[in-house]
């Protein structure tokens, strides 16, 4: 896959109980999508089956998030969460923002998400900007399926929060690239020499092992 669309192995079974996202931006993706559900007993199911790992392999792309996710007796079903792009002009505030301040940079570079950063535009989900899909027969949104996605997602985002600017329609290397433009533009030192940029793979959640290891 190019980095406009990554793919990420399924997680196994999760043991125990506790919060399902681990760093601020996490937990503010759970928030988002729990504001929104209008049945409680689907979220929990949703809990049930993430942590249980019937969600599949997850495809995350500009604005779509994908999976397969089994269920007791039925399925697989296609279940999708979609989120908005940024508009060009609040790209153009982001990178401005996070250009300006070199701890932005090294943040995202440590895979961190700088709360002041993300206050810029709406980068983060509020009530009702993520909208589930999913082919069950269920009416209910999101359906537990669908809500089982969008905690797993959470797993994904505490470990790398440039997916969520990937969801919002940039990949890392456009962000970074952009950004070693603008450093370049305004210190005149080029871009490799302002930062080192060295993109680790990502890293797993604590705590889980994908399938097949």
């Known amino acids: 896959m190019t980095d406009r669309v990554r793919g990420f192995a399924a997680f196994p079974a999760r043991a125990g109980r506790g919060p399902f996202a681990r760093t601020w931006w996490g937990r503010a ?88 950063l ?13 909208d589930p899909d999913c082919d069950c027969p269920g009416w209910e949104l999101p359906c537990r399926h669908a809500a089982a996605l969008s905690l797993q997602v959470a797993w994904l985002l505490d470990a790398d929060p440039f997916l969520l600017l990937l969801a919002r329609g940039r990949t890392e290397t456009e962000v970074l690239d952009n950004l070693g433009m603008r450093t370049r533009t305004r210190t005149g030192v080029p871009a490799a020499e302002a930062y080192a940029r060295v993109v680790p793979p990502l890293p797993e959640p604590a705590g889980f092992v994908p399938r097949g290891r």
């Open 29 to 116: 993706w759970v928030q988002a999508m729990e504001d929104t559900a209008l049945d409680l007993r689907q979220l929990r199911k949703g809990r049930q089956y993430a942590a249980a790992g019937l969600v599949g392999p997850i495809t995350v792309g500009p604005g779509r998030i994908t999976a397969t996710t089994e269920d007791v007796g039925e399925g697989p079903f296609r279940t999708a969460v979609q989120l908005a792009e940024l508009s060009a002009a609040d790209w153009e505030l982001l990178l401005d923002r996070a250009g300006a301040h070199a701890g932005h940079l090294a943040a995202l570079l440590d895979r961190q998400l700088p709360p002041e």
């Open 118 to 130: 993300a206050e810029v535009v709406p980068l983060l989900p509020g009530i009702g900007d993520l």
